[in-house]
């Protein structure tokens, strides 16, 4: 879930980083208001309703017993942690070489034997909103592709969700990445204005009330095109923009109603891209505190320190390092195996590697590295960490358990216990 570092270098630069959102008065912790507009201060003897939110996604991955075994425990522990919203993302194969995920490297390889046969999210979403009636939890798309479907294809999937489940849809689009449209026959050239051009074509079909549509453009031109699904109560699903290069930071100002970003490693970086975002909105005569500042983040946890830090030295977890771009490598000191001037998950086709060539690229991998790009330890390790994204903006935290992803299952799924808790002490932060 990304879009392409497009047309300048990452991170964009702050002149004061104690201004970072302030080109406009941005709320303090100490204020909220349910449409994510500045409110008035609230009094301290008054208590509020909690400023940080959490979702849980999952992973829509076929398994040996169920096709949605592993989603259905996955929305069930996101309706007892008591989550804001369950997400899954959008693929049509593995960001992992299959390779390596196999019972070799991977422990819960055993239950989940083709790490490629990724499920279509939006039946899978449709299928929890009518067989699960606990929670009523927000269901989100994180992310689905600009160019791989149809944004009038993708419009109505997020509207028939939104109808189904009485307003409860979001949809998170990016540009995809070039593993789910290239090997596909989608043409992968110029994905930054494929994407800016699919989100006109969304809130052109949305906004047309049923009348015909005829709209000139690039690559999703409408001739006489009709839309006429009404929106749930009279509003459209939440597009939540999953962006980084300073492209698609201006669009999400511009767009969005969450920044969605989920290759972002530091807090810094990511008040500084939350910078860009408002000011982005601000020019765009919106509202920049609108805006909803969510990121997606990795975890990996267990029973002990020294239980995650064997896991992170695992091949199969080393081997995440390689969707992460070759500047996260240079900071670390180490080059990124596939080039100096690689973009990680953007670029790469996972299915392509054999085991021996993964296992070359990840002897390279820094202990450190991992470090940067998860949130890993105890439970109170990890709240830690996330509580420095809080201080730097973030507002919304949609988390992923990579702790499954380990050579021991019994670890793999003794981690379901701490990361459970993880989930719940994040809704007080």
């Known amino acids: 879930m990304s879009d392409t570092v497009d047309d300048a270098a990452w991170p964009p630069q702050t002149s004061n980083p104690s201004l970072v959102g302030q080109r406009r008065r941005v ?25 940080f939110k959490v ?192 492209r698609m930071l201006r669009a999400t100002g511009r767009y969005a109603d969450a920044w969605f970003p989920g290759l972002m490693t530091r807090p810094k970086d990511y008040a500084a891209g939350l910078e860009v975002v408002r000011a982005a909105a601000a020019d765009a005569g919106r509202d920049p505190t609108s805006i909803i500042p969510a990121t997606w983040l990795w975890v990996v946890t267990g029973g002990s320190r020294g239980e995650v830090d064997e896991a992170l030295g695992s091949d199969i977890m080393k081997a995440i390092a390689l969707n992460w771009p070759a500047d996260v490598w240079a900071r670390h000191g180490a080059s990124h195996p596939m080039g100096d001037d690689f973009t990680g998950l953007q670029d790469i086709i996972p299915q392509t590697l054999d085991e021996q060539t993964v296992l070359s690229y990840t002897s390279a991998v820094p202990p450190s590295l991992l470090k940067e790009v998860m949130l890993t330890g105890t439970p109170a390790q990890v709240i830690d960490q996330a509580a420095e994204w809080r201080d730097h903006g973030l507002r919304y935290a949609v988390m992923a358990d990579a702790s499954v992803v380990q050579p021991s299952l019994r670890r793999s799924l003794a981690a379901s216990v701490p990361f459970a808790r993880i989930l719940r002490a994040l809704r007080k932060l």
């Not at 992992?96 to 039946?123: C, H, I, M, N, Q």
């Not at 979403?125 to 791989?148: C, E, M, S, Y």
């Open 55 to 246: 979702g849980l996604a999952g992973q829509p991955l076929n398994t040996r017993y169920s096709p949605t075994a592993l989603v259905q425990a996955s929305y069930l522990t996101a309706v007892a942690t008591r989550m804001d919203s369950f997400w899954l993302p959008d693929h049509l194969n593995s960001l992992l070489p299959r390779s390596v995920v196999t019972p070799k490297y991977v422990g819960a390889a055993r239950l989940a034997p083709k790490a490629d046969a990724f499920l279509e999210p939006w039946t899978v979403l449709g299928h929890l909103a009518a067989r699960n009636r606990l929670g009523r939890l927000r269901l989100g798309i994180g992310v689905t592709d600009a160019g791989r479907r149809n944004p009038a294809v993708t419009a109505q999937a997020a509207a028939t969700l939104h109808l189904l489940t009485r307003g409860r849809a979001i949809l998170g689009i990016g540009t995809g990445e070039r593993e789910g449209n290239e090997p596909y026959g989608v043409d992968w050239s110029r994905p930054v204005a494929r994407f800016e051009e699919a989100i006109a074509t969304i809130r052109a079909l949305w906004d047309s009330g049923g009348q015909l549509v005829t709209r000139d453009s690039p690559y999703f031109p409408l001739r006489n095109a009709v839309f006429d699904l009404p929106p749930y109560r009279g509003k459209w699903p939440e597009i939540w923009i999953a962006s980084h290069g300073p």
């Open 27 to 51: 709320r303090s912790p100490g204020e909220r208001s349910g449409s994510g507009v500045a409110a008035a201060p609230i009094p301290t003897q008054v208590k509020a309703g909690p400023v």
